[in-house]
């Protein structure tokens, strides 16, 4: 049975590679690196204003307070309902001397207004008032973009709790303060500025008889330069960037282009092979694939080869026989009269067709044979069960009387040696080289076929043997028979009845199949074929 891993487990496997990649890690870090500092001066900056913020409003109270103090001692009188002389108000008003971003104005409990500082000063403040228009689709972009910035990382921006200055009307902000409490809040006044307002009661004794407010206007100016200052940021996370991008197209990009270009010279016939020692040099993913396709263009082009050769083979070994029908044919035209040569012609041609047949049915299995190892998924399978059930299948051959007998052994003690590979070529491996010892053995000789566990360096292997009683071979050819179409008879053995394939097939499974085979003598004579083969 096949030991198949689950498809979830692959994807599991494949995920937690992810991120073992090292051009996985290189494009996730340069992407984000540019993001990372842009969120950074925005977090800075988004911190730096709102310190400012809190730190102008405390000022504010601080200065609405020694002031509000001011006009409690010189604007009020009355006993016991006291009251906010407004001559005095505005006089104290007027000498304060307020710079010209802030503004005060004083207020009746009923919200009437008293004075106002940029009135009761010599100051003349001339501006141009804003025309007025409907926000244009950017600010709109611009509004929703920062609503959106405030409420993700409002989470990890710090919460200054009562410090925080709010978002309020006027008359929410007058209503606290004629209650007796301090207030504070941010939003646009008439001239479409935006200003920081605090309001505090002006009280006489305990009893409130005025609010003061004071309004600063230089928060656009102050955020003006923080956008300013938010340029640096902005130009170096665009040079990283293009930093980034740069070092992508180098690494990446001009790598794979060179690949491909070397792959199309290969499709157009230019190159037989795929040369690029410095990308295969690399130690990432592009250096492994550039790795995988030069060896798998060798591969084709061995493939290719070994087909022309292959192809070249057999239309010489199909050509012996052909040859020798047609010289039997002609020969037969001159001795029509000669019945005794028209049989020994005869029996050639038939002899010559029967080799033909077997040569083309040896050369279609070798060809199907080949395209089932490249689609047939490999199984792993206990290799001492498999090869005994194979030798069973010649039990007949005992039963019969007329041929040599064939033995199993398991030599390897209950290892229980398991082999991943395809049954299908490895049953015809056993085959072909219990056939072919049965083929050079004696009527009265055993082939026998053992399992062995062996060992290449720290891999186990399994190894299959397989003994007979023949001649042997001789020690020139213990290679050579490994070849295609060749044959090497002893003498007595009928001419043609084997194609010269079955070696040759077994020996290009068991290269598929990560493993080797060879020959060689036994010192009691009889030769020995050795299957070997990676064990799991």
């Known amino acids: 049975m096949a030991d198949r891993e689950p498809t979830r487990r692959s994807k599991q496997r494949r995920g937690a590679n992810l991120l073992s990649s090292r051009i996985a890690r290189l494009i996730f870090a340069s992407n984000l690196a540019g ?15 709102a310190s400012f913020v809190v730190a102008k409003k405390q000022d504010l109270v601080g200065q609405a307070q020694v002031f509000s103090n001011l006009l409690a001692e010189g604007a009020t009188f009355g006993q016991p309902q006291p009251v906010l002389d407004e001559n005095l108000a505005r ?59 405030v409420s993700t990382f409002g989470a990890i921006v710090p919460d200054r709790g009562g410090d ?5 009307t006027f008359e929410d902000e007058f209503a606290v303060a004629a209650a007796g409490a301090e207030a504070a809040s941010q939003r646009f006044n008439d001239r479409g500025q935006r200003i920081i307002s605090v309001s505090v009661p002006v009280q006489h004794v305990s009893a409130v008889v005025g609010v003061l407010t004071l309004e600063s206007n230089d928060i656009d100016e102050i955020i003006r330069a923080e956008r300013a200052a938010l340029i640096p940021f902005i130009g170096v996370a665009v040079l990283v960037a293009l930093i980034t991008s740069g070092l992508l197209t180098i690494g ?10 070397a792959a199309d010279d290969v499709r ?5 092979k795929l040369d690029l020692p410095r990308i295969t040099r690399r130690r990432d993913e592009i250096g492994a694939l550039a790795t995988s396709m030069e060896a798998m263009t060798e591969a084709l082009f061995e493939r290719i080869t070994s087909n022309e050769r292959f192809a070249a083979d057999v239309a010489h070994e199909i050509k012996n026989p052909l040859t ?16 005794e040569a028209m049989a020994k012609l005869h029996k050639v041609i038939a002899h010559d067709v029967g080799r033909l047949d077997r040569l083309i049915t040896d050369i279609s299995n070798a060809s199907r044979l080949e395209a089932e190892i490249t689609r047939v998924p490999t199984e792993t399978m206990n290799i001492a069960r498999f090869v005994q059930e194979i030798v069973s299948t010649y039990e007949h051959l005992k039963l019969d009387g007329n ?38 053995s004696p009527p009265e000789g055993t082939v026998a076929v053992r399992i062995e566990q062996g060992r290449i360096g720290p891999q186990t292997t399994a190894r299959i043997l397989i003994e007979d ?14 070849d295609r179409f060749y044959t090497d008879r002893p003498k007595g053995s009928a001419f043609g009845r084997n194609s010269g394939l079955g070696l040759s097939i077994v020996a290009q499974i068991a290269a598929t199949h990560m493993g080797r085979v060879w020959a060689e003598n036994r010192d009691a004579g009889g030769a020995r074929f050795v299957v070997e083969l990676p064990a799991s």
């Open 91 to 149: 006089a104290t008003l007027a000498d304060l001397s307020l710079p010209i971003s802030i503004r005060g104005k004083v207020y009746q409990p009923d919200g009437e207004l008293v004075g106002d500082s940029y009135f009761l000063s010599d100051r003349v403040v001339v501006s141009s008032l804003p025309t007025l228009q409907e926000p244009s689709q950017l600010s709109r972009w611009g509004r929703a973009l920062s609503e959106w910035a």
């Open 469 to 482: 009683d023949g001649p042997g071979i001789p020690e020139d050819k213990l290679e050579k028979i490994f």
């Open 164 to 168: 925080a200055v709010r978002t309020q």
């Open 403 to 440: 041929g040599p007998t064939v033995t199993f052994e398991d030599a390897t003690m209950g290892a229980d040696l398991r082999v991943r590979g395809r049954e299908g070529p490895l049953g015809q491996v056993i085959r072909n080289l219990v056939d072919n010892a049965l083929s050079f």
């Open 324 to 339: 020798s029908i047609r010289s039997a044919v002609e020969t037969a035209e001159r001795v029509k009269d000669n019945p």
């Open 35 to 49: 993001l990372a500092i842009l969120i950074l001066g925005a977090m800075v900056l988004n911190e730096m204003r």
């Open 268 to 272: 157009s016939g230019s190159t037989q």
């Open 252 to 261: 990446i990009a001009r790598p794979l282009r060179r690949l491909s270009a």
